[in-house]
C-alpha cells in the first residue's frame, strides 16, 4: 500500500481506494487489520498493532497477548475521534504491556462504545522523525477513515445478529410446526382409538367363539376371512398414521384429490360425529387426478377440517366442493373449496391468518395455516380464504394439474 508523500492528490487517492477495499470485507477482525495498514499509509507510519475487545475488561493485541486496560483509559480512549497522541498515562501503560514506543492511536467506537484501537509505533526508533502535526486534509481523512471503519463494524455485528436471531428463529419454527402436527395426530389419534377398537372386538369376539365352534368348516372359513380383512384395516390405519407423522422431503405422485378428502375425513369421523356436525361433499363429475404429495396435502385438509371443527363446538356443517376451474385464469387447476358454519374470523383479523404464531384460538401454535399456506406454494397452488365473522369460513385451495 502506498505510503502518503505529502501531496493532496495521493492522499485522497489512498484513502478512496483503501475505502473501496474495506466496503469489500465481511469480518470484523479483517477490517480492523486492513484499517491499520490504511492508517499507517495515510499518517506515515512504519509499524502498528490492532488491540480488539475479546469480552468484558478484557482486549487482545493482534489476537496473540491479552491486555486488561484499566476503565479509566478505556473511558478516555472513547472520548476521543481520530488519530491522536496518546498522554503520559496511556504512553506508560503501553510501554509496561509491549515494551514499544506508541506515538498515536486511533479509537475505533461501535455504536458509542469502544470496539478496539489501533496503535501507531513511534518512528523514532527507526530513526524517523514522527510527524507531530498533521494537515488539515490529512487530520480529516483519518478522522473520516476512523468513522468509516466504526460504521463498517456496526454493520457487521448487525448482520450477524441478524443472521443469529434468523437461525434461532428457524429453530423455534420447527419446534412449533412439530407441536402443529402432534396436536393433529393428537386429534386423529381420538379417532382411531375408535376406528382400531372396532375391529379388535369382531376379532376378540370370533376368536372366542372359535373353540366350540372349529370343527365347522364354515364358520372356520368366516372367521378367517374376517380376522385377515380386520387385521388389513388396523394396518391400513396405523400405516396411515405413520405416513401423516414422516417429516420428509414431498414425494410427487399423481393421486385421486376426492379419494384423500373421502380418507381424512373418514380419519376425524368420530369427532364429527360427536361435535354433531354434518359433512357434505359436493365432487363434480370426471376430476383429473393431480400431482402432488399426497400426505402433505392430506395435511393441509386435515387443519382445515379442525379448524372448521373448532369453530362449531355446537354443531353445523362442513360442505366440500371439487371441480375443475372454468376460467381462462383457473382452467388448468383443481378447486378444493371448504366451506364452514362456524363463528368465522373477525374484520380485523383477516390480514393476520397466514402469519406465523398469530391466532384467534384460546390454545394452539397458531402455524396451522402457515403451515398449510407453505405447503400449498410448494405445490405451485394458491390458498385463499372468505369469512364473515358469525356466519362462517370458506378456505379455498387451487392446485394445478
Known amino acids: 500500500m502506498e505510503i502518503y508523500n505529502g501531496s493532496a492528490t495521493p492522499l485522497l487517492a489512498i484513502l478512496r481506494e483503501g475505502i473501496e477495499e474495506l466496503s469489500g470485507m465481511g469480518a470484523g477482525t479483517e477490517v480492523l487489520h486492513y484499517a491499520l495498514k490504511l492508517t499507517l499509509s495515510l499518517s506515515g507510519g512504519y509499524a ?8 468484558e475488561d478484557v482486549w487482545e493485541i493482534d489476537g496473540v497477548k491479552t491486555l486488561y486496560i484499566p476503565k479509566t483509559l478505556v473511558e478516555e480512549l472513547s472520548q476521543r475521534d481520530g488519530l491522536y497522541r496518546i498522554d503520559d498515562e496511556l504512553y506508560r501503560f503501553l510501554f509496561e504491556e509491549l515494551q514499544v514506543k ?14 478496539g484501537v489501533l496503535l501507531i509505533v513511534d518512528q523514532y526508533e527507526r530513526g524517523v522523525g514522527p510527524q507531530e502535526t498533521f494537515g488539515t486534509l490529512q487530520e480529516a481523512c483519518l478522522s473520516l477513515l476512523a468513522q468509516y471503519t466504526s ?9 450477524e445478529e441478524m443472521k443469529e436471531m434468523r437461525v434461532h428463529y428457524e429453530e423455534i419454527i420447527v419446534q412449533k410446526e412439530t407441536a402443529e402436527k402432534l396436536a393433529s395426530l393428537g386429534t386423529i389419534a381420538a379417532g ?20 366350540e365352534r372349529f370343527d365347522d368348516p364354515e364358520f372356520r372359513n368366516h372367521f378367517a376371512n374376517i380376522a385377515i380383512n380386520e387385521v388389513d384395516r388396523i394396518g391400513s390405519i396405523v400405516s396411515d398414521l405413520l405416513d401423516f407423522a414422516k417429516s420428509s422431503e414431498p414425494k410427487i405422485e399423481s393421486f385421486d384429490m376426492a379419494r384423500v378428502i373421502g380418507d381424512t375425513l373418514l380419519m376425524l369421523f368420530p369427532q364429527l360425529t360427536q361435535k354433531g356436525i354434518m359433512v357434505k361433499k359436493r365432487f363434480a363429475e370426471g376430476l383429473p387426478g393431480i400431482h402432488g404429495d399426497n400426505f402433505q396435502l392430506k395435511q393441509v385438509l386435515l387443519n382445515l377440517f379442525i379448524n372448521s371443527m373448532e369453530a362449531m363446538s355446537h354443531g ?21 373449496k371448504v366451506t364452514d358454519t362456524g ?10 391468518l397466514f402469519e406465523p404464531f398469530f391466532t384467534t384460538k384460546s390454545a394452539g401454535t397458531g ?16 390458498i385463499t380464504i372468505e369469512s364473515v365473522h358469525n356466519q362462517g369460513t370458506t378456505v379455498t385451495l387451487m392446485l394445478p394439474l
Open 192 to 211: 382411531l382409538a375408535h376406528e382400531i377398537k372396532n375391529p379388535l372386538v369382531s376379532i376378540k369376539t370370533l376368536a372366542q367363539l372359535l373353540p
Open 102 to 115: 506508541i506515538h498515536r492511536v486511533m479509537p475505533i467506537k461501535v455504536s458509542g462504545a469502544l470496539a
Open 151 to 159: 460504521i463498517l463494524l456496526a454493520n457487521i455485528r448487525i448482520r
Open 343 to 352: 363463528t368465522g374470523v373477525r374484520e380485523e383479523d383477516k390480514i393476520h
Open 316 to 336: 353445523g356443517k362442513i360442505t366440500v366442493d371439487v371441480f375443475k376451474g372454468e376460467d381462462v385464469i383457473h382452467r388448468d387447476r383443481l378447486i378444493v
Open 48 to 55: 502498528g498493532y490492532v488491540v480488539r475487545k475479546a469480552e
Open 367 to 382: 402455524l396451522g395455516l402457515s403451515i398449510c399456506k407453505k405447503i400449498i406454494e410448494k405445490h405451485n397452488g394458491e
